[in-house]
């Protein structure tokens, strides 16, 4: 099926999200949307959703202008929708998913779960998902969970398929098999709008690439384009993506971390018995599918979360850490960048420059006796918000209300600033954008060229193997294996998904 979207234009308030844009999908063509984070991709794909209703354009399948009120409408059109977060009922097997909502009724008005079954196998064996249509959604892994939600699409019909950031929660091998589905969709016929911020996606699989930017069209690219290209189109400005590393002199010991243990708010073991070690001058990665222990051991690792008793310690320059208060950790020597700036990260009511302090109000630079010491703080907001070039009118203006690239950049100045034996940095460049988290890698690189011990925190592969000396990959809480920077994507890949090296 042919979609056209015509002036589309959608308003928050006084944002505008999309902004006139004009994109027309061919039958069986792979699009690309790519742009930044808050570029306005979401809500495109929510108003051809029928999500939100546009404050002006249209959108025309085979070429009739369409009026959607609600999801319901779309999916009768032939949209289909898989979002960032899916929405299957976890102890439902994977037939009764698929059908829920839409049930197949037998002779005497009974759930017909033969003919589900039988649609999700046909489905299932046509596009090689491989999905048994009698498991149950919570035993089976993210990826395949993935397939479903693109099964129940198919079986509703679907002829656009539109995929929102589906790679974020895969491992390279499940990205490349799902790559290898769109690919069998779009040859049967169907359309597939597919987004991401990754440029190595894009590349591999579109036919056509439309990059949006501050809610409008800003350029179509072909998938030959370079990453740097792609890169310049979506930030607006030249980008270079290579972080200079030079080879590591490695010093002693910072951080030991033995046979720790750690729950997670469900009271699960979320680390199992990891062990490893850091060293002062070397950037130790922790790679991993989301969601594999690595927040609960960041948050075990900063005293947010207490670790297992009768397991092992976390050792930091001799000290023994494991358990005491969040604020001993700091004063031993931890920089910490959180995964969730909003949580764990910035005060959104507080300014900038209070933000900048709240790490160190307790000692110097920012204090004189008791009182708060405000010209040095100000000079000192001065110098971090140029140096770290946080786009803002003052250092007064509330953190919150800086937009996301720009909160994470106040965290990476305040905590690269401090003068620590160890930098923990966990997904430090989440909604950053591209051309800035060239800037933070180099920071970081500097940070272990200055003979810190860093552990990167990073689901991001490309930004693992940009940075790492060393790999450890974690799966379902427990370390697959520490392995070489120089290790191929592929063996990491396996070990995201368990298999030790
Ligand atoms: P993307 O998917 O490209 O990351 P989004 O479409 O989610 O971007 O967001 C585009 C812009 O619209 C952002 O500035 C975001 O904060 C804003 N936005 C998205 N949804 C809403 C909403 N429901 N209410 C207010 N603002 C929103
Ligand atoms: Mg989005």
Same mark, same amino acid.
Do not use: I, K
């Given at each position: 099926m042919k979609l056209e979207l015509r002036g589309i234009t959608k308003r928050f308030g006084s944002l505008?999200?999309?902004?006139n844009i004009n994109l027309v999908v061919e039958s069986g063509e792979i699009r690309s949307l790519l742009g930044e984070n808050g570029a306005g991709k979401s809500t495109l794909m929510n108003v051809l959703y029928g999500l939100y209703q546009a404050d002006g354009g249209e959108i025309l399948l085979d070429g009739k202008v369409q009026a959607f009120k609600g999801p319901g409408d779309a999916m009768a059109a032939g949209i289909g929708m898989v979002h960032q977060h899916f929405m299957l009922i976890p102890v439902f097997t994977v037939a009764e998913n698929v059908v829920l909502g839409n049930e197949p009724v037998n002779a005497i008005g009974g759930l017909d779960l033969d003919t589900a079954r039988a649609r999700v196998k046909e489905i299932s064996d046509r596009f090689g998902f491989? $999905?048994? %249509?009698?498991?149950? $959604?919570?035993?089976?892994p993210v990826g395949i969970q993935q397939r479903v939600e693109i099964i129940k699409a198919l079986t509703r019909n679907a002829k656009v398929l539109v995929l929102d950031e589906p790679t974020a929660v895969l491992t390279p091998q499940e990205t490349d098999e799902l790559m290898q589905i769109m690919r069998e969709l779009a040859k049967s016929g169907t359309s597939i709008i597919f987004i991401t911020h990754k440029l190595r996606e894009v590349q591999a699989v579109a036919d056509k690439i439309t990059v949006i930017r501050q809610g409008k069209v800003v350029g179509e690219a072909d998938p030959k384009a370079s990453a740097s290209e792609l890169a310049s189109l979506m930030v607006g400005r030249e980008v270079d993506l290579q972080v200079e590393k030079a080879a590591n002199k490695v010093g002693e010991v910072v951080l030991s971390v033995a046979n720790v243990s750690v729950l997670d708010d469900r009271e699960q073991r979320a680390v199992d018995n990891v062990s490893f070690e850091v060293r002062a001058g070397e950037i130790l990665a922790i790679a991993g599918v989301q969601g594999n222990g690595q927040t609960e051991l960041s948050e075990a690792l900063l005293g947010l979360r207490h670790t297992i008793k009768g397991g092992g310690d976390i050792t930091l320059g001799g000290q023994v850490l494991n358990n005491l208060s969040v604020r001993k950790h700091l004063e031993a020597g931890i920089g910490y960048v959180p995964e969730d700036r909003k949580k764990d990260g910035l005060?959104?009511?507080?300014s900038i420059a209070e933000n900048f302090m709240l790490n160190g109000s307790f000692g110097k %630079?920012?204090?004189k006796g008791i009182n708060i010491d405000f010209a040095s703080r100000d000079e000192i907001s001065a110098k971090l918000i140029e140096e770290f070039d946080v786009r803002t009118q003052s250092a007064s203006t509330p953190a919150g209300k800086l937009s996301g690239g720009n909160q994470q950049k106040v965290v990476v100045a305040r905590e690269l600033s401090r003068d620590v034996k160890l930098l923990i940095a966990s997904?430090?460049?989440?909604?950053?954008d591209v051309g800035s988290i060239e800037f933070i890698h180099e920071r970081i690189v500097a940070e272990r060229d200055s003979g810190r011990a860093v552990i990167l925190i990073s689901t991001e592969l490309d930004e693992v193997l940009a940075l790492a000396d060393r790999i450890a990959v974690m799966y379902r809480g427990r370390i697959v294996g520490i392995v070489d920077a120089k290790t191929s994507r592929e063996t990491l890949g396996k070990m995201m998904a368990g298999v030790a090296a």
């Open positions: 505008v999200a999309n902004e491989d $999905v048994d %249509p009698d498991a149950l $959604v919570e035993d089976l005060v959104s009511e507080f %630079p920012f204090t997904q430090p460049t989440r909604g950053v």
